[in-house]
């Protein structure tokens, strides 16, 4: 997180209007939920309390950084997404072991181990791969899949960690696969859940899910 964004190209005015509409919405919030929410919202991360207009200031900074994150991961989904099309699931599994086995040659080779000592190589599979080799996701995998997109304008896009919907330019979703736990991730308020039957994980501290 950078607190330290450029912000002297926009107008003060500009500031003192969002503060405005975020002292409200904050108050609105702050009363629905019986209790104060200052510090909890997802641009508080960004705030400069010392500052004039902090709250404006820290959701120009979350946007930025948002945009710049955006940027990156459409130029990375896009990069994967025409590998992916161009490739069977048994091809991009073969790719995945033999990407494996070359790093385990790069790191025999690069790492010198001491007596004593193993040599424990980590690999990063792809998500697809990791939906190709968990059979008992796939099934819940599908179904959800096929719930998003089943809303108009949803659009998904697979990429290396993950798959992505988005809705009008916005990201809504992402399932993750860690293990053997399919994970799907949505564009919600944990605040707004909080006395919810809803079993629920607030993620938005961690920068991969943040939105």
Known sequence: MDKNKDLSVIPQEEFARQQKISDIDKWLASEKAHRDLCGTM??????????????????????????????VDEILEKESAETVEEETDSQILQQDVAEELAVEDLAEDAIQVPEGYECVTRYRRSFRSRVIQNTPVQDVYTELKNALLGYGGVKSRMCQSGENFRAQGHKIAKFVVTGKTLSLFLALSPAEFENSPYRFEDVSEKKSHRE
């Open 42 to 71: 997802t641009w508080c991360k960004y705030c400069v309390k010392a500052e004039i207009y902090p709250c404006a200031k820290a959701q120009f900074r979350e946007k930025m950084e948002t945009a710049l994150d955006d940027l």
